[in-house]
């Protein structure tokens, strides 16, 4: 692997040496996104005294008795593709918040995932809630401090101040040229990292050089990595892109990796058609993942260094389409690890009395989890990152 300290020496700076000799065992969120709309109440059946439900999905409907019941609601179920959450669930390491979302709900899966995203209820906000974070709590020198596991940037991670990693592959991360290697590619990159005189004032090649600085720490924190990464006995995965990712990122927390907010998105929630068909594998995948990754942190006893939040940007209408599903309103979300509070927050609305677009009501607010997991989590007031924190109710959600 070609590291930043071969990127020539203006660009091996002395605090990104400082961060990189660095093997920080501080807290770690991880922020998993359903995209498309999770239905709740096919993740959450409402199959006890709620006659309501089996008339409203006449053929969605999760027949009764099935699924393991809500010890905190047991007219709740967990759909039997989510018994890896339901199995952490019974084991104390899940809270649940069957009702989720903001007041007057918008249904555009463009608008409703950007109020989540940014942490308020504003179509103008640009910089992500996890990304004010870093901008108030992280550095200048450390990539891997926001990490977006995907393809894509996930711009609940948007900073504005301080830098942020995608990497869709983490063992297999490279600074890819096409028709460039080699001797030819070692010139080149030397080249980069000798752009911008930091005792000049050209802000544009400044910044190149501080990308490549940071492209060429990042690509020697990973090298370790490069052929793979293990497993530790009695943990298995299943199959996928999502499963490959955590797999990947329990790997890389054991490395030792300075990782504080991670993201990840997985996609194929918005069941307008055939959702008796693709809603409970994608369901059974994220389960089955989750318990994974669960049983992999306690097994390299990294397991109270980590908590997962999972949401998405609403729920589904509870009447069925024919096949499938509409945008709705409030939805389900979960607060996952060995130090979540494991309490239920919220209670679950019920179906007789719907809000004014025949839509779950919401019994929680989005803002207020968040308000949570920055100063019961991460330790740090969320006053200066979410607008109007102090209008908001905290949820217990980390143990005492």
Partial sequence: MYGAASLGPKAFEEGIAAAAAQAPSERVLVSIFLSGGADSLTMLAPTGAHPQYAAARPTLALPAGQGTPLSEDSSLRWHPSLGGLAELYGEGKVSVMPAIGYDDANQSHFTSRHYWEVGEVNPSGRWGWLGRYLDHHGVADNPLQGLALGWDLQPVLAARDVPVATVAEPDNYDFWTPGVWGSVQDKMLDAFGDLG???????????????????????????????????????????????????????????????????????????????????????????????????????????????????????????????????????????????????????????????????????????????????????????????????????????A
């Fill in 197 to 399: 005189d930091p005792l000049t004032s050209d802000i544009g090649l400044g910044q190149a050089r501080a990308a490549v600085a940071a492209t060429g720490r990042l690509r020697d924190q990973l090298a370790p990595f490069q052929g793979g990464f293990t497993t530790p006995g009695g943990v298995t995965y299943p199959n996928g892109g999502f499963a490959r990712r955590l797999q990947a990122l329990a790997g890389m927390l054991d490395g030792g990796l300075p990782l504080k907010v991670v993201a990840i998105e997985s996609g194929g929630y918005d069941t307008h058609s055939n959702q008796a068909d693709s809603l409970p594998t994608d369901l059974l995948e994220i389960g089955d993942s989750l318990r994974a990754f669960q049983r992999d942190l306690e097994a390299r006893v990294l397991q109270d260094r980590v908590l997962v939040h999972v949401w998405s940007e609403f729920g589904r209408r509870p009447d069925e389409n024919g096949s499938g599903t509409d945008h709705g309103a409030a939805g389900a979300g979960f607060v996952i690890g060995s130090q979540a509070r494991g309490e239920m927050v919220g209670q679950f609305p019920g179906l007789a009395t719907l809000d004014e677009d025949d839509n779950l009501r919401n019994t929680s607010d989005f803002r207020g989890v968040y308000c949570a997991l920055l100063e019961q989590w991460l330790g740090v007031d969320a006053g200066p990152i979410i607008p109007n924190a102090s209008s908001f109710t905290r949820p217990a959600l980390v143990a």
